[in-house]
């Protein structure tokens, strides 16, 4: 089982729909969670970023970690086409350890 | 935010030669960075993991004299892929993270296109 499970769409919304992404980890350890953006062929580009559980928001996104359940969700309220992109969401250990990334979801706002 | 520079952004070279790919810290000092390779519509696969004055820590699977890294400053790292081959053909990806350990983030570079002929 990979330690971090998304599903990779793709995903089809039109623009101005709420849309839910949503990760799981395996890995109780786990203590910082992100959810990066990548348009193509560019490198991820970081969005949110939270420690241990909670909500963190920040314009129309909001970052969701329920640990309790290991379930990771970036929600993105009125969607624009130019928000189009594959999201990454990745998860790490505390101390210096490398991040371990879902496969991505691959979103299509139709204008 | 933090900014890192990959360059270059596109390379193409001829089966048998080496590619040089570098990853710059713009405006923080990264002790650590990651070296990425992303196939098409596939998640980053990490390749290695390097710290500042000392020897990468390279994934399983992955060819440590094939992929030479070497970070000797704490704003430049370095892949160097040797003898390409046409299946080396990739997007490779580099990020860097600084600061107080466990409390820092990575960010990444544009990533390197590398096509071989």
């Known amino acids: 089982q990979k330690e971090v499970e998304q599903d990779p769409g793709p995903l089809s919304v039109p623009e101005g729909a709420i849309v839910s992404l949503n990760c799981t980890y395996s890995?109780?350890?786990?203590?910082?969670f992100m959810w990066y953006r990548q348009y193509s062929r560019k490198g991820p580009e970081l969005l949110m970023y939270?420690?241990?559980?909670g909500n963190k928001e920040d314009g129309r996104f909001t970052a969701q970690v329920d640990k309790s359940s290991k379930y990771i969700s970036l929600f993105i309220r009125d969607s624009q086409p130019s928000d189009s992109a594959t999201y990454l969401c990745?998860?790490?250990?505390?101390?210096?350890?490398?991040?371990?990334f879902g496969k991505g979801t691959r979103l299509s706002v139709i204008a | 935010g933090a900014v890192v520079s990959q360059h270059p952004s596109r390379v193409i070279c001829k089966s048998g030669t080496s590619v040089k790919i570098e990853c710059r810290s713009l405006?923080?000092?990264?002790?650590?960075m990651f070296w990425y390779r992303q196939f098409p519509k596939q998640s980053l696969m990490l390749m290695a993991t390097?710290?500042?004055?000392?020897?990468?820590?390279?994934e399983q699977g992955v060819e440590k004299d094939k992929f030479l890294i070497n970070h000797a400053s704490l704003t430049l790292s370095t892949l160097t892929v040797t003898s390409a081959h046409p299946e080396d053909s990739s997007f490779y990806i580099c990020?860097?993270?600084?600061?107080?350990?466990?409390?820092?983030?990575?960010?990444f570079g544009q990533g390197t296109r590398l096509t071989v002929v």
């Open positions: 990020s860097a993270r600084g600061g107080q350990v466990g409390n820092t983030e990575a960010f």
């Open positions: 939270t420690y241990s559980s």
């Open positions: 405006d923080f000092q990264a002790t650590t």
């Open positions: 890995n109780s350890a786990f203590q910082y």
């Open positions: 990745a998860a790490r250990n505390s101390g210096n350890t490398p991040l371990v």
């Open positions: 390097s710290n500042e004055g000392s020897k990468a820590t390279y």
